[in-house]
């Protein structure tokens, strides 16, 4: 029996690795025979990088990048060797934004997106590039950011100027001021390249349901600044859209991601949006661990009607049934949340909570105790699923 294990992170207590491996012991005590698959999980967010690193055998590549207020920061990125649709091994670099222009490197007092830059982004992308790396998968969320990716674009060699011909900078307030863009130089560095960006955002540029009144908020935004900020995006959109020939791309579902990146990446970069877990498991090359599993097993710290609105396990489960419909796939939870039975109708046919009793929120979540309750309980599905199989004939 091939069983194929794909666990989220349950945060705070396991990362996806060691729930996977966890969930593998308790496979192994059910089935000491099963052929066991274990994969890494993700949706496109933190940890993204590191798991599908740590699953094809990559590097991290360490680069000092400019933070989000412009100072230097550490960052990295990850570089794994994968084949492409034609079975050609090509390099691929893995980056995340939020390593350098993510919402927790900004102290909260300091929180202001009319300051902040997606530059560190761009100076990640243009280190690859010149490396010789032309194959891109980019995880876009949890950005301090709301420049409409003006940073990244000037990293990258574009250059913008204002009403009076001069170089305006790469921050959220900056993008009023543009009144020109030259994106020769960019498009120069990037020819060939190819971006394929984690975004299971749908919201448009601008708007009420736009980048800066629906993230920018979070990101230390008033309402008067935001509005502010909306019309110099809305204006900075058409500029782009009409040097690039990219008609309504601001209207494009995930165009208003990350403070405008997903518009950024889209126009500028040529990108494709995919959902974040479709992305993580195509470039792992999960299709052919899954397309003849018997039994496919995931999970997450906790589930409730949020994980039906995309988190991983529902966007694996999703991935799987499309490939093999017959597989059963089950899910373990730390906790159940409201309406968990909504996953169903997403492909998880069964899910089994690991706490077998009464306990606090920390006893619970003691990394020895979950890695335990994992191993019993998931054990204990696969023993519920053979039983079931057997006397299905």
């Known amino acids: 029996m091939k069983i194929v294990i794909a666990m989220d992170s349950f945060k705070g207590s396991l990362t996806s690795l060691e729930a996977g491996e966890a969930a593998a012991k ?12 274990l994969m890494p999980l993700a949706d496109g967010g933190e940890g993204t990088v590191s798991a599908i690193v740590n699953a094809l055998g990559g590097e991290m590549v360490p680069v000092v990048v ?21 079975g050609t091994p090509r390099v691929t670099a893995l980056i995340e934004a939020a390593d350098a222009a993510g919402l927790t490197k900004v102290p909260s007092s300091l929180r202001n997106p009319r300051k902040t830059t997606t530059a560190g982004l761009g100076d990640l992308i243009r280190h690859a590039v010149t490396r010789g790396i032309k194959d891109f998968v980019i995880g876009i969320g949890g950005s301090a950011t709301n420049d409409c990716g003006l940073g990244m674009m000037e990293s990258l060699g574009a250059r913008f100027f204002d009403a009076n011909g001069e170089l305006v900078g790469g921050t959220g307030d900056d993008v009023k001021r543009v009144a020109e863009a030259d ?29 800066s009144f629906v993230f920018g908020p979070q990101k230390g935004g008033t309402p008067d600044m935001l509005a502010e900020m909306d019309e110099a995006i809305g204006r900075f959109s058409r500029l782009i859209e009409t040097q690039m ?72 489960a999703r991935f799987l049934k499309r490939l093999n419909p017959k597989c059963v796939a089950v899910e373990l939870c730390g906790s159940i949340g409201e309406r968990p039975e909504t996953i169903h109708a997403l492909g998880i046919d069964a899910f089994f909570p690991i706490i077998g009793g009464p306990a606090t929120e920390a006893a619970a979540m003691d990394p020895d105790a979950a890695k335990d309750n994992l191993r019993r309980t998931a054990a204990e599905a696969v023993r519920f699923f053979t039983a079931a199989r057997a006397a299905r004939g």
């Not at 496979?27 to 000491?32: F, M, N, Q, R, S």
């Not at 207020?69 to 990125?77: A, K, Q």
């Open 183 to 211: 994106l020769g130089d960019l498009l120069k560095l990037t020819r060939g390249c190819r971006f394929r960006v984690a975004c299971d955002v749908t919201n448009p540029l601008c708007g009420e349901n736009g980048c």
């Open 66 to 86: 400019r933070g989000p207020l412009g100072t230097l920061v550490e960052s990295s990125y990850g570089m794994v060797c994968v084949e492409d649709a034609s």
């Open 245 to 316: 020939g990219t008609e309504n791309a601001a209207d494009a579902p995930g165009a208003g991601a990350a403070g405008g990146l997903g518009f950024a990446f889209r126009t500028a970069l040529g990108a494709e949006l995919v959902s974040g877990t479709d992305l993580v498991l195509q470039t792992i090359g999960a299709s052919k661990n899954l397309s003849d599993a018997d039994l496919f097993i995931t999970g997450e710290g906790r589930l409730d009607s949020q994980t039906a609105r995309g988190k991983a396990p529902a966007g694996a």
């Open 26 to 37: 308790g496979v192994t005590d059910a089935l000491p025979d099963a052929d066991i698959i």
